[in-house]
């Protein structure tokens, strides 16, 4: 029986798509029949207790690095590895794993080699994404400037070291082997859905419909963060040719983020306060009832490397519940979406495109079922965990056979 120690970012009870993968993971890895472990960075906050039990999974937590150090930048990165890499030692010798596998970002892969090499442990490091480029796409840094070059090579000095890389999609794992890694020495572990926790789309809800104004109206959505990359500022720009043509459409933005506030005052510029709903942020339990209320959902990420790259979970998500969307045709979603088939690609960064592609489908009712049989069949034959975390054993096999 194998014995993982999983070290995290962070983990449930906070809700985000590294929290859903860890804990779909975790869940598969453990009817396999293996034990798994979790550590969190001093990412998921202060804490009052040195583990917590949620859903059946125990989390160890790492407190939160304290001093002058902690505040200042680049010093407070250092001060985290510390903390980690002595909270994950700790842990490491009370529960002697086989295998130490370390999440993103490099902060935690880091201190994982450092405790996996003086216990003499295999360390894997699973890259769901490269901090450099989430560090652009949050404002922190720019694309080629100091801190990426050097933030850069702290993720291909942490690829070289450990004893193999997992990843999460084709569009990572090429540029993985691009920087020098052996072919052999990266698998994918695609992002995927547990079906049975999807429900198809039930119709929509009366009162949650009159709440928002949008008893008969055709809703265009998106739920989740409101990131820069998400493109969310070019749903808005196609909005008032979209309502020329259908003035029965509404957007419907329901969740948060770093562009909200940019995001209503795009609205209000454009005079589409009448036809934008912004919900803020719902419970997690109520969130399928507002997937109910859409008609379409849109997923317009921006091209750039970040969505290039990186697989998102949402289209799956859509997929699984029966939902139609439409999604720009950055490298992340070509790799998860056939065109026509189980969801409609439209040109990345094109306002005329997500248009054109919006009043298609609005357009041509008759082939609705159609996408949404098909979307749910892939999630149910091809991209769920079960099917996902199979990809593990025989590289955590052959590591823990190359220790013994």
């Not at 090579?153 to 193999?164: F, G, N, P, Y």
């Not at 890694?181 to 198809?200: G, R, Y």
């Amino acid at each position: 029986m194998i014995r993982a120690l999983h070290v995290l970012d962070h983990s449930i009870p906070l809700h985000s798509g590294y929290t859903f993968r860890t804990a779909a993971l975790l869940r598969e890895q453990r009817a396999l029949g293996w034990k798994t472990f979790h550590l969190t960075s001093p990412k998921q906050g202060e804490t009052s207790s040195p583990f917590e039990d949620i859903d059946g999974l125990r989390f160890y937590r790492t407190p939160v690095a304290k001093g002058t150090l902690a505040k200042i930048p680049v010093g407070k990165e250092l001060a985290l590895m510390k903390q980690l890499e002595a909270r994950l030692e700790e842990v490491a010798r009370e529960i002697r794993p086989d295998i130490i596998h370390a999440h993103s970002p490099v902060l935690n892969a880091l201190p994982a080699i450092k405790v996996a090499r003086k216990l003499g442990i295999p360390v894997v490091y699973e890259i769901r994404a490269f901090w450099e480029d989430a560090a652009v796409d949050h404002g922190s840094t720019q694309e080629g400037s100091l801190r990426y070059r050097a933030t850069r090579k702290l993720e291909t000095r942490a690829i070289q070291k450990v004893d193999h890389v997992f990843t999460i999609c084709e569009g990572l794992r090429a540029d993985i082997v691009a920087r020098g890694i052996p072919a052999d020495k990266v698998t994918v572990i695609p992002n995927a859905v547990n079906v049975e926790s999807f429900q198809l789309a039930s119709p929509p809800d009366p009162q949650l419909q009159e709440k928002w104004g949008l008893a008969g109206k055709t809703v265009i959505g998106f739920i989740g963060s409101f990131y820069a990359y998400e493109g969310l500022d070019l749903l808005l720009d196609a909005l008032p040719e979209l309502i020329r043509q259908r003035p029965d459409v509404r957007v419907l933005l329901v969740g948060g983020g770093p562009q909200e506030a940019n995001l209503r005052q795009q609205a209000e510029r454009l005079g589409l306060g009448d036809y934008v709903i912004f919900t803020g942020r719902v419970p997690h339990k109520d969130v399928n009832r507002y997937y109910d209320l859409i008609n379409i959902l849109a997923y317009p990420r921006h091209p750039m490397r970040l969505t290039e790259l990186v697989t998102p979970l949402k289209p799956l998500e859509a997929m699984a519940q029966g939902q139609l969307f439409v999604a720009s045709d950055v490298g992340g979603h070509k790799e998860l979406i056939e065109h026509n088939k189980t969801g409609i690609l439209f040109k990345a960064g094109d306002c005329n495109a997500l248009t054109g592609a919006l009043l298609t489908l609005l357009n041509d009712r008759q082939r609705w079922p159609e996408l949404k049989a098909n979307g749910r069949h892939f999630v149910e034959s091809v991209r769920n965990w079960r099917n996902s975390v199979a990809n593990y054993v025989a590289p955590y096999q052959r590591l823990i056979a190359r220790k013994t």
